[in-house]
């Protein structure tokens, strides 16, 4: 049985079998004991704020069709029709009072019943026939302050089970505003050469910002803005998820002022830091206000708490294929000159056309290629990554910290990194 | 009613092939004098259809000072992303000109850009929706606009260099 990672404590090593981004039978486990078994992201509520709003998605390689039905109801289904399979909805969006299908004009409710078919007489008398054959709802659906989840395993744990901790940190940016927060018009999507598993590791590492950004780090200090992994810190909040909690990246639209947002916003953010700490309590506030956080829920969902706030969905196609869905999360109700500058400071980061995120980009997808080199080599710890950083500290047990729910260590260090490894190792064997 | 602006097909086409092959030579600090003061460069998500940049989430959405910033990280040995540099090469159809209020011409014009990054040859196929401002000392980006004619970038398909 192959090893896909080893942890000597003693010796303080942690290595990763660079063949557990690479191999197809690897990428077969994952599906099955991963993506068949997890919560995994769906969307946010507010992509379907209308009865009848619909929306086709793949995730774990399965097509789904999310509706809001006619009784406001958020109802998941694969997008398949139950007769003959055929794909149900073909539009990525819509609004639909019943969805029919082309084939052979069988048409369901949003609620999923089958209400209509031709030549129904050739089907057996009564109602069980339809009732049998309504839309396929996913086996579990449930949400958490509108981010959605599905899990295509009846037996699996709640989500609030799933989530732990990291349920908090949901619940953060969902309290960015009392009016609710709204996913913007606007998909960045694009797929990467690169193994879902690189995404995550680049996500839950802080070690990379200053090399990686050297740009974009230099256009923030020309801007007024110094930034600092200082006092960065990565908490393991167990199950996989993890998060980096950092305070010198960058200021917060609406929350955290820097130079480069201007004197209007500043006004802005002063009152907005009343209203919030009035709402939630100081204490709590500035961890909402102040720190910038980048929050892992394992397997599909990195949600950075940042400048702005970015929702972005992982899909792995192929080993070395992952399709990446990012949408930005914003307050329903901040002015235009907010919104417009919350749009501008996300955009010129993140995203495959930001001043950021292809150099992150290039990084995965030059490991995908870098590690084909090695590849069969016998040799002892040849064809393994290292990711042992921050060991002894990690080792050192600080206790968790309260404020932040879990085992804490430096941004810089790799401690997300390994407890995203030592899950998945559980799950994958 | 003020008089539009008149400026020929022939101009605004030529205007494209300069600029093609500037972008092709990463010559980018000419490429930036080819904006005026308060040019944008923005390539809109497929799905924001005609929603503004100010309101939908873009790929790239640049004002000017942020335009200045992409070119300045482009030419650092730093931009990781196109360092070595990609190969381009541009395809541009016939452009259509329409002159609008404001001494602007719309322009759109069809294209197939490859890009070849160490190895694959990547196509983004889409069209130009441009604003153009007519100068003393030729035409100048007001709006340059990179519409993709796909529902998603292809695998390995970064916006990191000028679309």
């Known amino acids: 049985m192959t090893t896909w990672i080893t942890e000597d404590p003693a010796a303080l090593t942690f290595r990763v079998n660079r063949e557990a981004f690479r191999s197809a ?13 997890h919560w995994l992201y769906l969307c946010h509520e507010s992509e379907v704020p209308e009865p009848g709003d619909f929306r086709t998605r793949t995730v774990a390689g399965r097509g789904l069709l999310f509706v809001r039905d006619a009784a406001g109801q958020l109802r998941v289904y694969f997008n398949s029709c139950p007769h003959r399979g055929t794909v149900l909805a073909r539009e990525p969006a819509g609004n639909a009072k019943v969805f029919q299908c082309f084939y052979h004009a069988w048409t369901f409710a949003t609620s999923g019943e089958l209400i209509a078919l031709p030549d ?11 009732e049998r054959l309504g839309l396929r709802p996913v086996a579990r659906v449930e949400s958490l302050r509108g981010f959605v989840f599905v899990s295509f395993d009846p037996e699996v744990v709640d989500l609030r089970t799933h989530l732990g901790v990291a349920a908090d940190y949901i619940e953060m940016v969902a309290d960015h505003s009392p009016a609710g927060m709204t996913v913007l018009p606007g998909t960045q999507r694009y797929t990467v050469r690169g193994n879902w598993k690189l995404a995550v590791e680049n996500a839950m590492d802080g070690y990379h910002f200053l090399p990686t950004h050297a740009t974009f780090v230099a256009w923030l200090r020309e801007s007024g803005f110094h930034a600092s992994d200082e006092g960065g810190k990565a908490v393991v909040l167990g199950r996989g998820h993890s998060a980096l909690v950092q305070s010198g990246h960058s200021g917060r639209v609406g929350m955290c002022w820097e130079p480069r947002f201007g004197e209007a ?4 953010i002063d009152a907005n830091r009343v209203e919030l700490f009035a709402r939630i309590g100081r204490d709590r506030g500035s961890v909402v206000a102040d720190t910038s956080r980048i929050l892992y829920v394992f397997p599909n969902l990195l949600l950075f708490d940042i400048e702005a706030i970015s929702i972005r969905q992982l899909e792995p196609v192929a080993p070395g294929v992952t399709d990446v869905r990012a949408w930005e999360l914003a307050p329903v109700d901040e002015p235009p000159e907010a919104r417009a500058l919350r749009i501008k400071v996300l955009v010129s980061f993140v ?3 930001g001043l950021a995120t292809p150099d992150d980009i290039e990084a995965y997808e030059a490991i995908q290629r870098g590690i084909l080199a090695t590849a069969g080599d016998p040799r002892e710890g040849v064809d393994w990554n290292d990711i042992s950083r921050g060991m002894t500290q990690e080792l050192a047990r600080a206790p968790a910290d309260a404020r932040l729910g879990g085992i804490v260590s430096r941004s810089i260090d ?3 990194i390994r407890s995203f490894w030592r899950h998945w190792s559980e799950v994958i064997g | 009613m003020a008089a539009l602006v008149t400026v020929t097909r022939a101009e605004v086409e030529d205007f494209l092939s300069a600029e093609a092959e500037l972008l092709d030579a990463w010559r980018l600090d000419e490429w930036l004098d080819l904006f005026l003061a308060d040019g944008t460069y923005e390539i809109p998500t497929p799905d924001a259809g ?17 335009l200045r910033a992409r ?14 540099r990609s190969v381009t090469h541009r395809m541009i159809g016939r452009a259509r000109v329409t002159a609008v209020p404001g001494e602007l011409v719309l322009v759109r014009a069809p294209f197939i850009v490859h890009r070849v990054p160490d190895g694959p040859v990547d196509p983004y196929i889409g069209w130009y929706d441009h604003l153009l401002g007519s100068t003393e000392v030729g035409l100048r980006f007001r709006r340059r606009r990179s519409v993709l004619a796909m529902d998603r970038l292809r695998p390995g398909s970064r916006l990191s260099f000028i679309l």
Do not use: C
């Open chain 1, 25 to 37: 039978e690897v990428f077969r486990a994952e599906q099955e004991r991963i993506w068949g078994r």
């Open chain 1, 120 to 130: 129904e007489a050739a089907y057996p008398p009564g109602a069980s026939f339809r």
């Open chain 1, 265 to 268: 916003e500043r006004a802005r």
């Open chain 1, 351 to 353: 995203g495959p056309g």
């Open chain 1, 414 to 416: 790799e401690a997300g």
């Open chain 2, 50 to 66: 005609d929603i503004p940049p100010t309101a939908a989430q873009f790929f790239i959405a640049d004002d000017a000072e942020l």
């Open chain 2, 71 to 84: 070119v300045k990280r482009l030419q650092s040995r730093h931009a990781h992303a196109e360092q070595p």
